[in-house]
């Protein structure tokens, strides 16, 4: 788990606004959708829970027993944890960051933003990588001309790639949404 984005509460933040749940049912949501970028399973997702219902971000709405089973509590996201939601994925999708998880969860997770409000997000996204790639090109410019060998800049080649794809990646999203090409229901009333 990215501890600096907490993508494990993000994405139960995110779950709740489709259905009340309890915290198996996540477990599974979560395993069977392939949230790939959420390690630390089931424990970490138990610990998720238990803080986002002490910050009152989401709240018991009832107890549920089968059969034999333990009772599970279910959780419903409240307006706090709604906005909560909305500002967090905003912000991942918005500020390019080393750790590329958080972009993916974000990705996997924008279905709750307005469309507009993600297309915003993926514009300026879109506007920081592009100044970005042109002050890697700049410094890769200057190294050359001061003679160090190609060999020392493989790492700022690399990050340049990868920045370069994702760039490319953003802008046939974009115009796949500018098109109207993906069905964009979203999930969080604002």
Same mark, same amino acid.
């Given at each position: 788990?990215?501890? =600096?984005?907490?993508?494990?509460?993000? %994405?139960?933040?995110?779950?709740?606004?489709?259905?009340?749940?309890?915290?198996? /049912?996540?477990?599974?949501?979560?395993?069977? &959708?392939?949230?790939?970028?959420?390690?630390?399973?089931?424990?970490?997702?138990?610990?998720?829970?238990? =803080?986002?219902?002490?910050?009152?971000?989401?709240?018991?709405?009832?107890?549920?027993?089968?059969?034999?089973?333990?009772?599970? %509590?279910?959780?419903?996201? &409240?307006? /706090?944890?709604?906005?909560?939601?909305? %500002?967090?994925?905003?912000?991942?999708? /918005?500020?390019?960051?080393?750790?590329?998880?958080?972009?993916?969860?974000?990705?996997?997770?924008? #279905?709750?933003?307005?469309?507009?409000?993600?297309?915003?997000?993926?514009? #300026?996204?879109?506007?920081?990588?592009?100044?970005?790639?042109?002050?890697?090109?700049?410094?890769?410019?200057?190294?050359?001309?001061?003679?160090?060998?190609?060999?020392?800049?493989?790492?700022?080649?690399?990050?340049?790639?990868?920045? %370069?794809?994702?760039? #490319?990646?953003?802008? #046939?999203?974009?115009?796949?949404?500018?098109?109207?090409?993906?069905?964009?229901? &979203?999930?969080? /009333?604002?």
């Amino acid at each position: 788990m990215a501890q =600096r984005h907490n993508l494990v509460g993000l %994405t139960v933040l995110a779950l709740l606004t489709v259905r009340p749940s309890h915290p198996y /049912e996540l477990h599974r949501f979560i395993i069977d &959708t392939h949230k790939d970028y959420i390690t630390g399973l089931p424990r970490s997702l138990y610990h998720a829970v238990e =803080r986002l219902a002490k910050d009152e971000l989401i709240v018991p709405s009832k107890t549920d027993r089968e059969g034999r089973r333990p009772e599970r %509590t279910v959780y419903e996201i &409240t307006d /706090e944890g709604r906005q909560e939601l909305v %500002t967090r994925l905003r912000q991942l999708l /918005e500020k390019p960051d080393p750790d590329r998880r958080a972009f993916v969860a974000a990705v996997s997770l924008m #279905g709750c933003l307005p469309l507009p409000e993600a297309q915003r997000a993926l514009r #300026g996204r879109a506007a920081t990588i592009e100044g970005v790639l042109a002050g890697m090109e700049a410094h890769l410019r200057a190294m050359a001309d001061s003679g160090l060998p190609a060999i020392l800049m493989l790492e700022v080649e690399c990050e340049q790639a990868l920045y %370069t794809a994702e760039l #490319g990646w953003i802008t #046939g999203l974009l115009d796949r949404l500018d098109r109207g090409e993906l069905d964009w229901q &979203t999930t969080v /009333e604002m």
